[in-house]
């Protein structure tokens, strides 16, 4: 039995506390390791990979900007929920809160002379400083792509075309896409005469389904009893294509009308891809990006209370950036479908493990050369000097707790002990016999 030493450490009660507190992440924020980790980036290769067969082109962006990359008149996150910081002239810099306006940045910058279609993807963190509850991530994955320079219902059906395509390779099979529009919404309230402040008001009430708050302000305004009807069952029209025709016989707003004449062209490009099973409609979905200006959709699987990915059209974005140029994108919340796949008991393969190399100190070229050949016939080879204070059988359990699933053990440049990681059975093997392979 080998005895190791152990090194006491005396500690204050403070610095205990103080070390244990290191050993935590702040709110809203978490470490994923080992497994979770490993599925977490087999799934975003999965839609990156589908992403790349529909010809987008990867593009990072920093993960602080300017402040006015992102504010208010942006329509994208309310002020109060950015984090915000300072570099050394004073600047007001911000860790991205949505990742859209700095594509949109990067398309007038270095895409200012393009007038035909730009496709770029993208992955990456996005921060926003909201209140936690139920577990909500402050810090969170998305992976995206954004179609500018087309502003065609062929590429806002291309576009969730490729949302649907990349839930099922991720594979997902009990999900909906849920698709509205934003100037369904605005044509109401233009016909309404509601200013910006009502406007903002009325998004809120409808977004918490406070009806009784919504009647309240229309009952306020001087419209039609359809416009009323209307206002007062938006949250109630979703559904199939039937729900888009029966509103249309309840408004003669012409913005309105466009907006669901563009949905039912929507469905019928969606039937050419066969994938119209997957969508919905929902002429009372709203958007807190202010900056979206056609159709907006997110996609929902159960098990999950939070949308898995959203999208939307917004062409007026690019150009307070300095180009005019209409776009649409979308984003997946990667944690939010890793959720949706544990839940539908979707599992993802793991990557084969590794195998441990173990050698005496003397047998270090040997090992270095062995390493190598596996390496170049693609296996995950993990090297290790043996230490005089372990034995065999601590390696093994070291094997087994670190997810390892074989040890090759030198004990002399001849012979080879080839352990199982699981049962522990061990075998002999020659050094030449595994260059032969």
């Given amino acids: 039995m080998v005895v190791h030493d152990i090194k006491i450490y005396a500690f204050s009660r403070k610095e205990a506390n103080m070390i244990n507190k290191l050993l935590h992440t702040p709110e809203g924020v978490r470490d994923i390791y080992n497994g979770e980790c490993e599925i977490k980036l087999q799934l975003q290769n999965r839609l990156h990979q589908v992403m790349k067969l529909h010809g987008f082109k990867d593009i990072q962006t920093p993960t602080f900007e300017f402040f006015d990359i992102f504010n208010k008149e942006r329509g994208t996150v309310a002020d109060k929920d950015m984090y915000k910081f300072f570099d050394k002239e004073g600047n007001t810099l911000v860790l ?3 990742i859209t306006p700095s594509i949109a940045r990067c398309a007038a910058k270095y895409y200012k002379n393009e007038n035909l279609p730009i496709r770029l993807c993208y992955m990456g963190s996005t921060f ?7 577990g909500k991530l402050k810090e969170t994955t998305q992976l995206g792509a954004e ?4 502003s065609s219902i062929d590429a806002d059906a291309h576009m969730l075309a490729l949302t649907i395509e990349c839930l099922l390779q991720a594979g997902l099979e009990e999900f909906q896409v849920e698709i509205g529009d934003a100037d369904f919404f605005r044509g109401l309230v233009e016909e309404a005469g509601f200013n910006e402040e009502e406007e903002n008001q009325l998004r809120i009430l409808i977004e918490n389904k406070n009806m009784f708050g919504v009647e309240e302000i229309i009952s306020s305004k001087e419209i039609s009893s359809n416009l009323k009807t209307i206002f007062l069952h938006l949250p109630e029209l979703f559904g199939s294509l039937d729900k888009l025709t029966h509103v249309k016989s309840l408004t003669k707003n012409e913005r309105a009308l466009k907006a669901i004449k563009r949905l039912e062209d929507l469905y019928a490009i969606l039937a050419i891809y066969k994938l119209e099973k997957y ?7 709203l958007s807190k990006y202010n900056y979206y200006t ?9 098990g999950t209370g939070e949308s898995i990915a959203t999208g939307g059209r917004y062409d007026n974005l690019v150009g307070q950036f300095g180009k005019k140029a209409p776009a649409i994108g979308l984003a997946f919340y990667v944690d939010q479908v890793m959720l949706a796949l544990s839940r539908q008991k979707k599992e993802y393969e793991m990557p084969a493990k590794n195998t441990l190399i173990l050698y005496k100190a003397n047998l270090c070229e040997y090992a270095i050369n062995l390493a190598n050949h596996f390496r170049n016939e693609g296996m995950n080879i993990e090297l290790l000097r043996e230490g005089k204070d372990y034995t065999l059988e601590d390696y093994i359990a070291y094997a087994k ?4 699933g074989g040890i090759l053990y030198f004990e002399t440049s001849e012979a080879i002990k080839v352990i199982n990681s699981d049962s522990g059975e061990i075998q002999e093997a020659k050094f030449e016999d595994f260059l032969k392979e």
Avoid: C, E
């Fill in 294 to 302: 056609g159709i907006i959709f997110r996609a929902y699987s159960y």
């Fill in 147 to 150: 179609l500018i320079n087309d």
């Fill in 401 to 404: 707790r670190s997810g390892i």
């Fill in 279 to 285: 969508v919905s409609f929902d002429l009372g979905m």
């Fill in 128 to 134: 926003i400083n909201n209140s936690s509850y139920q």
């Fill in 96 to 98: 991205r809160p949505d």
